[in-house]
């Protein structure tokens, strides 16, 4: 499903890629600079590739129910980030390195396998 303008892909500001069983993130995705909340949920992905990272103008990025074990140091790089949801993965632990996505306002962390408490500079 994708929501917002129709016509030219790269104007488009919302995209759901659901329940498809994707085991990596299709390479058209990349092409649509404009996306702000982008849902991945309810398929098999267990990381983002370097050229996701391109998509700064993200603000809200659902990874829920994917077979995520640790999430890339890289998310730092999406610095428009406001919502991250990573609910029913098999999260470990956070990057030290996640206390960089400075406007992050909500991160949805449960039914994961997270070993400790969330690290102190990223608790909200």
Request: include cysteine; aromatic fraction near 4%.
């Given at each position: ?104 306002r909500e991160l949805r962390l449960s039914h994961n ?12």
């Amino acid at each position: 499903v994708i929501s917002g303008a129709r016509g030219n892909p790269s104007i488009h500001r919302h995209l759901e890629v659901v329940g498809r069983g994707l085991v990596e993130v299709p390479s058209w995705i990349y092409q649509r600079q404009n996306l702000t909340v982008l849902s991945l949920k309810d398929n098999r992905l267990t990381d983002l590739p370097n050229d996701f990272f391109s998509l700064t103008r993200l603000q809200q990025l659902e990874l829920d129910r994917n077979r995520f074990v640790l999430l890339p140091d890289d998310l730092v790089k999406l610095t428009g980030l406001q919502v991250l949801s990573v609910c029913h993965n098999e999260l470990e632990e956070l990057p030290r390195i996640f206390g960089g996505v400075s406007k992050l306002r909500e991160l949805r962390l449960s039914h994961n396998k997270l070993r400790e408490a969330l690290p102190e500079d990223i608790r909200m």
